[in-house]
């Protein structure tokens, strides 16, 4: 594997369900990120994780929360979001925090009914 | 005003023709300018990026900054089919520490044979 993996790459839930997406980064980068991407939009940026630290949360609603257990990993849990919340989510690494280039995963596209 | 504004199209020409995307800013600390190239059901990937003003060449793309009318361009020369994607502008006072890019909504480019 290389670059940034994402899964699940398609997700359809209901409003009361709890799922999670998962990003992978096999860059040996230290900063990771979750973007959200809806049509005709500019790309949101939801966290920052650098070296497992969360240092950015853009105000972004409670029932989603990120999970960094190490470098390599990052996790996006989902609860009780709303149909709004349909979007492509990204993940995506860097080196350092905002070092330049953004290596970006093929993203998640959810669904919520 | 928002910060950074791109026309999101789609814009669609033939093949061989030469093809301007462009962004506006209204930020003036801006001078990283990167262009992210996003295939569908892709991630975002950094195309070019350039630091300050002037013109950035590699192949058949050209990356301009015009900082006294607040304006960047990409230039594709001899445009083809597999050049449909879609172009997102990003920028931000410099890469590194704690400046976080803005992003515009992207232009949708169709290239037809």
């Known amino acids: 594997e290389t670059g940034v993996t994402q899964t699940p790459r398609h997700l359809v839930m209901g409003m009361t369900n709890k799922k999670s997406l998962k990003c992978e980064q096999h860059?040996?980068?230290?900063?990771m990120y979750w973007y959200k991407q809806s049509a005709k939009k500019p790309l949101e940026l939801m966290f920052v994780?650098?070296?497992?630290?969360?240092?950015e949360n853009n105000s972004v609603p409670s029932r989603f929360s990120p999970e960094c257990p190490n470098s390599s990993h990052l996790f996006l849990h989902l609860h009780t979001l709303q149909p709004e919340d349909s979007a492509l989510y990204l993940c995506?690494?860097?080196?350092?925090?905002?070092?330049?280039?953004?290596?970006f995963g093929e993203g998640s596209r959810l669904t919520v009914l | 005003q928002k910060e950074v504004e791109q026309d999101p199209g789609p814009l669609s020409v033939p093949e061989g023709a030469i093809v301007s995307l462009n962004c506006t800013y209204s930020?003036?600390?801006?001078?990283?300018f990167m262009w992210y190239r996003q295939y569908s059901r892709k991630g975002p990937e950094l195309l070019m990026y350039?630091?300050?003003?002037g013109n950035k060449e590699d192949g058949r793309f050209t990356a301009q900054v015009d900082k006294s009318s607040k304006y960047i361009s990409l230039f594709i020369r001899d445009s083809q089919p597999s050049d449909s994607a879609t172009y997102l502008c990003?920028?931000?006072?410099?890469?590194?520490?704690?400046?976080?890019?803005?992003f515009g909504r992207g232009t949708s480019l169709i290239v037809h044979p």
């Open positions: 995506a690494s860097s080196q350092e925090r905002w070092s330049g280039e953004l290596f």
């Open positions: 860059l040996g980068h230290n900063a």
């Open positions: 994780y650098s070296l497992e630290e969360r240092v």
């Open positions: 930020n003036s600390a801006f001078q990283y």
């Open positions: 350039t630091y300050s003003s």
């Open positions: 990003a920028m931000s006072p410099r890469p590194g520490g704690s400046y976080i890019p803005t």
